[in-house]
């Protein structure tokens, strides 16, 4: 599996943006890059994912590089509920476009919101 | 969104017994179910790969005989610890996918302490 290499902690104010790198530098071409966050005592919550291009949805935003090989995870209001750990992860996928459905996660990074 | 219920949230009991803990999709039929074990301070290793109706796929170095997973219907996967040793208390979590290339959605976990 390709793997990810992402800082071991970061910290931030509340009401600024946050920007959480992930480096992959041995991404095929058929990995989707997924980002997931775990609360303490919590499962793992799905954030984004994409293959190339920039994705947004309501929770944060995507940006991949263009040579794919590393991607930034943007939450543009950090809140105090936005500690947690964040999990960049590369799904790997056959040719055909199937996920073989495996996430191997990492050991992410931990996020510290200050109020 | 979709849910996934994981029960019961928390147990403990004595060496040698036994532990079922159930992982159910609520609202979407769950092909492939995955469970997966995270001891504290450390990230989540998947332990099996479960499909409906079929045999599960064990991860490499994960015991089959000790961690009996049974997915007999869409919607419900179950892992049971068989002569539970303090060894294997830690956080156990399924997630669950409809299709392969969706995101995995996963369960609250289950605290497992063995005394």
């Known amino acids: 599996d390709a793997k990810t290499t992402q800082p071991n902690s970061m910290e931030s104010n509340e009401e600024e943006p946050v920007h959480l790198p992930c480096n992959h530098s041995t991404i095929s071409g058929t990995d989707y890059i997924h980002w997931y966050r775990q609360l303490p005592s919590q499962g793992p919550e799905y954030v984004i994912h994409?293959?190339?291009s920039n994705v947004n949805n309501r929770m944060a935003s995507l940006a991949i590089a263009e040579d794919r090989k590393s991607s930034t995870l943007i939450l543009h209001r950090a809140t105090l509920r936005d500690a947690a750990v964040y999990y960049c992860?590369?799904?790997?996928?056959?040719?055909?476009?199937?996920?073989?459905?495996?996430?191997?996660f990492g050991q992410g990074t931990i996020l510290t919101v200050h109020p | 969104g979709a849910v996934v219920s994981q029960h019961p949230s928390w147990v403990i009991c004595k060496s040698g017994t036994s532990v079922k803990i159930e992982c159910r999709s609520l609202d979407f039929q769950a092909t492939t179910m995955f469970w997966y074990r995270q001891f504290p301070k450390q990230s989540l290793m998947l332990m099996a790969t479960?499909?409906?109706?079929?045999?599960?796929?064990?991860e490499q170095g994960v015991e089959k005989d000790k961690f009996l997973i049974n997915h007999a219907s869409l919607t419900l996967s179950t892992l049971t610890v068989t002569s539970a040793h303090p060894e294997d208390s830690s956080f156990y979590i399924c997630s669950a996918s409809w299709v392969m290339d969706q995101p995995q959605h996963f369960g609250d976990g289950t605290r497992l302490s063995i005394l």
């Open positions: 992860i590369l799904e790997s996928y056959n040719a055909g476009g199937t996920s073989y459905g495996k996430l191997t």
């Open positions: 994409g293959l190339t």
């Open positions: 479960s499909n409906e109706g079929s045999k599960a796929t064990y």
